[in-house]
């Protein structure tokens, strides 16, 4: 005698336990397409360097702010799915830091994980975080991101000239002036936080890499000996100590002067 159950997620009757086969091939598609969403949000995470021509005499870069955190946030929430998702097939892979391994277990083992208890939740959870990338990828053409929703967290896009914006996910309305000043304030305490250690070539390297700017060691050690960068010396006398936003600082006041 078969027993009927229910798919926890959308009802539908079967005739085993955990996703019916129509849900486990949403789940396995919206997995699929996690490289591509990771992929576009640290394009939009490190702002590509766009590249002109000037009637074939040379190139002109350009650049924008050098990183978006509500991108890089969203690249940890994605990794950190990942991480649970795994977990319901091997508890051991909660520590696993290499998102792609993490995704090809999940795929291979989907079945197994199909029939866990969590698995409806884990499912919802990838569909909603992958159309939520897209939302912040691909935004409306004419709108900013202005910072995130204080209620439910998700990020919150609107146009300049409007004095509110409603989150179109808990639909909660927001005044858009503090919205920017708030994330103004967290991104300028992130630059502040985070530190940049190495030789004045690293750390030419490193802010080449991230603003797209070419930045040479000399310059580096030019803007230390004449105070436009701050830095310390490590203990060891070997490198030296900055902050992200000290470079940013240096930078401008580089473009600024020329």
């Given at each position: 005698?078969?027993?009927?159950?229910?798919?926890?997620?959308?009802?539908?009757?079967?005739?085993?336990?955990?996703?019916?086969?129509?849900?486990?091939?949403?789940?396995?598609?919206?997995?699929?397409?996690?490289?591509?969403?990771?992929?576009?949000l640290?394009?939009?995470?490190?702002?590509?360097?766009?590249?002109?021509?000037?009637?074939?005499?040379?190139?002109?870069?350009?650049?924008?702010?050098?990183?978006?955190?509500?991108?890089?946030?969203?690249?940890?929430?994605?990794?950190?799915?990942?991480?649970?998702?795994?977990?319901l097939?091997?508890?051991?892979?909660?520590?696993?830091?290499?998102?792609?391994?993490?995704?090809?277990?999940?795929?291979?083992?989907?079945?197994?994980?199909?029939?866990?208890?969590?698995?409806?939740?884990?499912?919802?959870?990838?569909i909603?975080?992958?159309?939520?990338?897209?939302?912040?990828?691909?935004?409306?053409?004419?709108?900013?991101?202005?910072?995130?929703?204080?209620?439910?967290?998700?990020?919150?896009?609107?146009?300049?000239?409007?004095?509110?914006?409603?989150?179109?996910?808990?639909h909660?309305?927001?005044?858009?002036?503090w919205?920017?000043?708030?994330?103004?304030?967290?991104?300028?305490?992130?630059?502040?936080?985070?530190?940049?250690?190495?030789?004045?070539?690293?750390?030419?390297?490193?802010?080449?890499?991230?603003?797209?700017i070419?930045?040479?060691?000399?310059?580096?050690?030019?803007?230390?000996?004449?105070g436009?960068?701050?830095a310390q010396?490590?203990?060891d006398?070997?490198?030296?100590?900055?902050?992200?936003?000290?470079?940013?600082?240096?930078?401008?006041?580089?473009?600024?002067?020329?």
């Open positions: 005698m078969t027993t009927t159950t229910h798919c926890p997620a959308c009802l539908t009757p079967t005739n085993h336990p955990g996703l019916c086969r129509n849900c486990q091939g949403e789940w396995r598609h919206a997995l699929h397409a996690i490289p591509l969403a990771i992929q576009a640290q394009l939009k995470a490190w702002r590509q360097t766009h590249t002109s021509h000037n009637n074939g005499s040379g190139t002109h870069a350009t650049t924008h702010q050098p990183i978006d955190w509500t991108a890089e946030d969203q690249i940890q929430e994605i990794t950190s799915l990942l991480n649970w998702i795994a977990t097939h091997d508890q051991k892979l909660a520590t696993e830091t290499h998102w792609p391994r993490i995704l090809n277990t999940i795929l291979a083992n989907l079945p197994h994980i199909s029939q866990t208890e969590q698995a409806a939740t884990a499912m919802r959870t990838t909603t975080t992958i159309a939520r990338t897209w939302r912040m990828t691909d935004p409306t053409e004419d709108t900013h991101a202005i910072g995130d929703c204080p209620q439910c967290h998700q990020p919150q896009f609107a146009q300049d000239d409007a004095p509110h914006a409603t989150c179109p996910t808990c909660s309305q927001w005044d858009v002036q919205l920017k000043t708030k994330r103004a304030t967290r991104i300028a305490h992130t630059l502040q936080a985070n530190t940049i250690t190495g030789t004045p070539s690293q750390i030419a390297r490193w802010t080449t890499a991230t603003t797209g070419r930045t040479t060691g000399h310059q580096v050690s030019d803007w230390i000996r004449r436009k960068l701050t010396r490590t203990p006398g070997t490198q030296w100590q900055t902050s992200m936003q000290a470079i940013l600082d240096a930078i401008q006041d580089r473009r600024t002067t020329q």
